[in-house]
């Protein structure tokens, strides 16, 4: 995991790229860490980047990283391509580099966990879809962090 220039940390958003809602969370290098942002809407034409442009106006990440959804064998998908697509414009947009993780199975860790959560009383609304989303980021993020 690459630190700043002068060793410190640096902020670091996630992305779970989807058709429909991009899952977004945030973390630093120090505590190694993520928690989730939003789960942001896509319109017919893809990213609402209007929403992503007020996440980095925000944080001032140093690096962004999107999951990869590969098939269960680790071939690339469909979503895969979308995914690359997305990332290189985040980086085109932003200027800044993002970093790929294979992201197979983040939504099924972050919807567990939320359910876990819910049921030992530790949230009390209902797990929604962007909430899934968001938490998914937060998997990917992790996955970097250790990767």
Same mark, same amino acid.
Request: hydrophobic share 40%.
């Given at each position: 995991?690459?630190?700043?220039?002068? *060793?410190?940390? =640096?902020?670091?958003? &996630? #992305?779970?790229? !989807? %058709?429909?809602?991009?899952?977004?969370?945030?973390?630093?290098?120090?505590?190694?860490?993520?928690?989730?942002?939003?789960?942001?809407?896509?319109?017919?034409?893809?990213?609402?980047?209007?929403?992503?442009?007020?996440?980095?106006?925000?944080?001032?990440?140093?690096?962004?990283?999107?999951?990869?959804?590969?098939?269960?064998?680790?071939?690339?998908? *469909?979503?895969? =391509?979308?995914?690359? &697509? #997305?990332?290189? !414009? %985040?980086?085109?947009?932003?200027?800044?580099?993002?970093?790929?993780?294979?992201?197979?199975?983040?939504?099924?860790?972050?919807?567990?966990?939320?359910?876990?959560?819910?049921?030992?009383?530790?949230?009390?609304?209902?797990?929604?879809?962007?909430?899934?989303?968001?938490?998914?980021?937060?998997?990917?993020?992790?996955?970097?962090?250790?990767?």
């Amino acid at each position: 995991m690459p630190e700043q220039a002068d *060793g410190g940390p =640096r902020l670091v958003i &996630a #992305f779970d790229y !989807g %058709l429909r809602r991009i899952g977004a969370a945030r973390g630093d290098t120090l505590s190694r860490t993520a928690a989730p942002l939003a789960a942001l809407s896509t319109g017919a034409d893809g990213p609402r980047w209007q929403e992503i442009d007020a996440l980095m106006r925000d944080w001032r990440p140093a690096l962004a990283v999107v999951g990869l959804p590969y098939n269960v064998d680790g071939t690339d998908s *469909g979503m895969t =391509r979308a995914a690359r &697509a #997305f990332a290189a !414009g %985040l980086s085109a947009r932003y200027g800044l580099p993002v970093e790929l993780v294979d992201e197979r199975y983040s939504s099924l860790e972050a919807q567990d966990r939320l359910k876990s959560a819910r049921a030992g009383g530790l949230r009390r609304r209902r797990v929604g879809k962007g909430d899934v989303d968001a938490a998914a980021a937060c998997v990917i993020l992790e996955r970097w962090f250790t990767g």
